[in-house]
């Protein structure tokens, strides 16, 4: 196990609502980046957060926002859902080195807008 | 083109078959390169690093040809618990944070 914890597993949401999805970092991890994976796709870079800065977004809308928290978790936002939303969103950590760019996914957080 | 390109097979194979995969990636800038293994439903899990010429590890051995672009993962004495989506992943070192590019993943199934 990586110690990436991830909050709820499951959620089912109308399109136009808001949802919040959180992650806990494996422990000595400061960076926490987010990805949206779609079926059958690989995963996508949404942000990345280190020290509780924004240090680095993908090509996503600003309805797509996020949070890291003093003891480094995080949290992803999103406004205005659409049904393309509809994905697997998964947070990963790392120990924000640059001699180091591995990264240790949780389980996910899988979405459904109807 | 892609950034990360993978053949999305599914590659059948039999129990003890070898089967490689390849991957090519566009930045010539990229220094890191890793294989992560994702199973059905589930969250990609870091097989292994890629670094300089390449390592080995057990029944698993990944290559880097900087040259061409490429990176190709060798399965060796396949199992039926290597079934799986074998997903090529790039840090393409030009952002100035650690951004993960994926490909879409190559599908492995062995069989008995």
């Known amino acids: 196990e990586t110690g990436v914890t991830q909050s709820p597993t499951h959620l089912i949401k109308t399109r136009g609502q808001q949802v919040t999805l959180r992650c806990s970092s494996q422990s000595g991890h400061n960076t926490v980046s987010w990805y949206q994976q779609a079926l059958g796709q690989g995963p996508q870079f949404i942000f990345q957060y280190y020290r509780e800065e924004e240090n680095g977004r993908g090509n996503f809308p600003p309805r797509f926002s996020g949070l890291q928290f003093p003891n480094y978790s995080s949290e992803l936002n999103v406004n205005a859902l659409e049904l393309d939303d509809s994905a697997l969103y998964l947070c990963a950590s790392s120990d924000g080195t640059f001699e180091n760019y591995e990264q240790y996914f949780g389980p996910g957080t899988r979405l459904t807008v109807t | 083109r892609k950034e990360v390109e993978q053949d999305p097979g599914p590659f059948n194979v039999p129990e003890g078959a070898t089967v490689a995969f390849n991957c090519t990636y566009s930045n010539s800038a990229s220094q890191s390169f890793f294989w992560y293994r994702q199973d059905c439903r589930k969250e990609p899990k870091l097989l292994m690093s890629?670094?300089?010429s390449g390592n080995e590890d057990g029944r698993f051995t990944a290559q880097l040809n900087r040259a061409s672009q490429y990176i190709s993962l060798l399965i060796r004495d396949s199992k039926l618990s290597d079934s799986a989506t074998y997903l090529c992943?790039?840090?393409?070192?030009?952002?100035?944070?650690?951004?993960?590019?994926f490909g879409t993943g190559t599908r492995l199934l062995v069989s008995p």
């Open positions: 890629v670094y300089s």
């Open positions: 992943v790039v840090n393409p070192m030009n952002t100035g944070f650690q951004k993960l590019v």
